[in-house]
């Protein structure tokens, strides 16, 4: 899948409670979730993101509370994929359950600022910063989660298997 | 091999002799549990799955407990949701208000977790049950609805840090200061994705009610799971509850660890975490002149028992601060029931504080106890992020529960030893 968005940037331990605060939790609504998404790290987020928009954070991205609701909020409000230094564990679980491309690459990271142009291939891990021509190589996604995403997800992964 | 406990654990759940850090496995869970938030949208993630019947009315296990009593109408549907499900799949282990407890606090008192099992639960705090010798870990609603469907979740068997805590606990420093201060040792991301085992004389003379607070934290330092060697405490414990027949795993002497850690905490003094960070803790001497205007006993972290005891120690025969709102939820009906016993719910109230039923409630800015911007709260909880209990612009400040008793007395961040 090729992707191609603005970068927002996020700085470290960026925690689900930010990316979706507690008091949005009594609906399921995507798009609902979508209107609080990032709020309480920057309100402005949700009003000015756009569909195919990338968020770009720091170390220990998604920490804290296992809330699905937190990478549903940031794919609903449009973010095509989030690439940070490192993924909380129950965050990257979801992220990929869900249909949500994260990836870990420091060195995009580090290369990209704020409002540039990146392009994503989640099959190859190569992210292209368009605005200051340069390309960065993500970790590669292990196989066994490529076959998730293949599937379309865990829900149709674990459907593929009742058959079996 | 030699192998960790928790590569034990993991390994008899996958049907193999042995595991490595590193390999994928498919285990079989023993219990899988979700709460009225999480619950929700793995109900509906699970009928997508096209099957009808969960995979064992018993081990699927519901506690509405994170806004119930419901706080508003979009709540009560999202609990009734919870609710109707369960009546559907006549699921053995559902709790309603008034019958139920904290999930943390409530699966292990009811004997539903047992040493040597797998647990799941949607729930990042669902570690706490590494506290009997179990592999526990939270996952998100997604996991946890094919798991329900299934009884197997896939897992990266992780590496495991060792922590050896050695000499002689001082005088109200309990389970909450000896994890807060390893998690401001090793930082938030210091255990991402491994396994903590939490070890030594100290806590092999460490209550339950303190093992689970450390188990219970091991999230915050971004692990994947707490756990603790069962000994004779934990099977004392686990008797006449546990519903399950259960196994102690141990680990080998000369099993592999990322990293082993040794502290010395005779000289360790009460922890405070300071906001926005579980990470960002000093000692109660360093923490200056903070006054507060909430005091919060509770949560799935310090809501047990024997932190109603240490609290109501130091409110005996004192008065909450005429600045400060205390609130004490205790973590359970039984805990509850418990603490009117031993006349600790008298203490509470005669002293100005309020007491609520069992719920999350303000621990993530849920309901019962919100903060306005500029308020500042220190808390028995676990988490103390921007906006954890309301306003963005409020503060959380993390403790155990002798901190914040004393910090309800005199209105600012208190040495316990100060006021009694």
């Given at each position: 899948m090729k992707l191609q968005g603005r970068a927002w940037k996020f700085g470290d331990n960026i925690d689900t409670d930010v990316i979706?605060?507690?008091?949005?939790?009594?609906?399921?609504?995507p798009e609902e979730l979508a209107k609080h998404c990032m709020e309480d790290a920057d309100p402005s987020f949700a009003a000015r993101v756009q569909e195919g928009d990338i968020i770009v954070g720091g170390a220990n991205f998604g920490c804290g509370s296992s809330r699905e609701h937190a990478p549903l909020a940031i794919k609903s409000a449009g973010v095509a994929c989030v690439i940070a230094r490192s993924f909380a564990r129950i965050f990257y679980r979801n992220a990929f359950n869900i249909g949500l491309p994260i990836l870990e690459c420091s060195e995009a990271v580090d290369g990209i600022a704020a409002g540039d142009t990146v392009s994503v291939d989640t099959a190859t891990g190569v992210i292209t910063n368009i605005t200051r021509r340069e390309t960065y190589q993500a970790q590669p996604i292990p196989s066994f989660m490529q076959e998730i995403i293949a599937a379309g997800g865990l829900i149709n992964y674990v459907k593929g298997k009742a058959v079996e | 091999m030699p192998m960790t406990i928790t590569e034990k654990i993991l390994a008899r759940h996958a049907g193999r002799d042995e595991v490595r850090p590193g390999e994928l496995i498919s285990a079989r869970v023993d219990a899988v549990l979700a709460n009225d938030i999480t619950a929700p949208l793995a109900i509906r993630e699970f009928f997508k799955i096209g099957?009808?019947?969960?995979?064992?009315a018993d081990r699927v296990i519901l506690v509405p407990d994170h806004f119930v009593p419901n706080k508003d109408i979009k709540s009560a549907e999202q609990a009734k949701m919870v609710r109707d499900f369960a009546r559907e799949q006549h699921l053995t282990n559902y709790f309603e208000v008034g019958r139920m407890g904290i999930e943390h606090c409530l699966l292990p008192e009811q004997g539903l977790v047992v040493p040597g099992d797998v647990v799941i639960g949607?729930?990042?705090?669902?570690?706490?049950?590494?506290?009997?010798?179990a592999f526990a870990t939270g996952v998100g609603s997604t996991d946890l609805a094919a798991a329900m469907a299934t009884g197997e979740i896939w897992f990266k068997v992780p590496e495991s840090l060792k922590f050896v805590y050695e000499g002689e606990l001082p005088r109200w420093v309990g389970g909450k200061d000896l994890i807060l201060y390893t998690i401001g040792d090793i930082?938030?991301?210091?255990?991402?994705y491994k396994a903590m085992e939490f070890t030594g004389p100290v806590i092999e003379n460490l209550s339950m009610d303190g093992r689970f607070t450390m188990c219970n934290m091991a999230i915050e330092a971004g692990a994947k799971n707490g756990i603790i060697p069962p000994d004779d405490r934990t099977a004392f414990y686990v008797r006449?509850?546990?519903?399950r027949p259960f196994t102690f795993y141990h680990s080998d002497p000369e099993a592999t660890y990322a990293r082993v850690y040794h502290y010395d905490?005779?000289?360790?003094e009460p922890q405070v975490a300071f906001p926005h960070s579980p990470a960002n803790t000093r000692g109660v001497s360093e923490a200056g002149d903070i006054p507060v205007d909430q005091v919060v006993i509770g949560s799935c972290t310090n809501g047990r028992l024997e932190d109603l005891r240490v609290a109501a120690q130091i409110l005996e025969g004192r008065q909450v601060h005429r600045n400060v709102r205390m609130i004490v939820i205790p973590g359970t009906q039984k805990i509850y029931r418990e603490a009117m016993a031993e006349g600790l719910i008298a203490t509470f109230i005669e002293a100005g504080a309020a007491v609520s039923t069992p719920t999350c409630g303000p621990c993530l800015g849920g309901h019962m106890g919100i903060l306005a911007a500029g308020e500042r709260a220190i808390a028995t909880t676990n988490r103390n992020f921007v906006g954890r209990m309301g306003h963005p612009e409020s503060e959380v400040y993390l403790s155990g529960p002798a901190v914040a008793a004393a910090s309800a007395i005199t209105g600012r961040i208190t040495h316990p030893d100060e006021v009694i």
């Open positions: 979706i605060p507690a008091r949005y939790l009594n609906t399921t609504d | 099957v009808s019947d969960v995979f064992d949607a729930d990042s705090h669902t570690c706490t049950y590494g506290a009997l010798g930082g938030v991301e210091g255990a991402l006449g509850r546990a519903k905490v005779s000289k360790l």
